[in-house]
């Protein structure tokens, strides 16, 4: 299995920081990486796929970067409806689709 | 824009059997890759295995190691409705089940969930 490791597991900021959440994939991935938002008691919400490639209607504070084994997704400026939880996901391999622990983004 | 209306709650017992149902309006079931994620409370997500359509009648399924002979996905194209069927319960498996369809093993769109307990 490709084990996906997310840090850091928790993040205190405030509305207006640059945000920036990192995600380690235990092989080479390429660029077959997403990011997902999970609100508590809602579903996941893609964001980027392809590593850094913008959903449509995700708002461009939003921003993937990285390759291979390393990924980085930021956010720009922090906005209220921003206070969530983020998951990466590799699907260059279905032996099985992993994800990431997670990263909760708190008030600071 | 596809959208994905998941069955209801459900309690079971230990030992017992589930089938959560997905529901696809906006597009066609057969034009779909369906997967199946879960996520206990308060943890992080976890892939369950994929139902890919293929030409002709069957199609094709992917499942976790973790959940080989216990899972069992299945679609019916009649009524653009998939299913994913989990047997011999445990207290562990109670987590909130999402259906979710995406074109290369990514995810679009997601079903609201159904939560699951498993207890005696």
């Known amino acids: 299995d490709i084990q996906m490791t997310q840090s850091p597991s928790t993040l205190s900021a405030s509305v207006g920081d640059r945000v920036t959440i990192s995600c380690r994939a235990s092989?080479?991935?390429?660029?077959?990486l997403a990011w997902y938002q999970q609100e508590p008691g809602k579903a996941p919400k893609l964001l980027i796929y392809?590593?850094?490639s913008l959903e449509s209607g995700v708002p461009s504070r939003f921003s993937g970067s990285g390759s291979g084994t390393e990924f980085t997704l930021t956010i720009s400026s922090l906005q209220p409806d921003d206070f969530a939880t983020y998951y990466c996901?590799?699907?260059?391999?279905?032996?099985?689709?992993?994800f990431g622990g997670g990263t909760k983004v708190e008030i600071k | 824009q596809v959208h994905l209306v998941q069955s209801g709650a459900e309690v079971k017992k230990p030992g017992a059997s589930m089938k959560v149902s997905c529901k696809v309006s906006?597009?066609?079931?057969?034009?779909?890759?369906m997967h199946w994620v879960r996520q206990a409370p308060g943890k992080g997500l976890e892939w369950m295995g994929s139902?890919?359509?293929?030409?002709?009648?069957?199609?094709?399924?992917i499942y976790a190691q973790k959940f080989q002979g216990r899972v069992t996905m299945t679609e019916d194209t009649s009524t653009d409705t998939a299913y994913m069927e989990l047997s011999s319960l445990r207290s562990e498996d109670t987590a909130v089940y999402y259906c979710?369809?995406?074109?290369?093993?990514?995810?679009?769109?997601w079903g609201q969930g159904t939560l699951v307990t498993v207890s005696s």
């Open positions: 979710a369809t995406g074109s290369l093993g990514y995810f679009h769109y």
């Open positions: 906006g597009n066609t079931l057969s034009e779909l890759s």
């Open positions: 139902f890919d359509p293929e030409d002709g009648e069957e199609g094709e399924t």
């Open positions: 092989q080479s991935i390429s660029s077959w």
């Open positions: 392809k590593a850094s």
């Open positions: 996901q590799q699907y260059n391999s279905y032996s099985p689709l992993t």
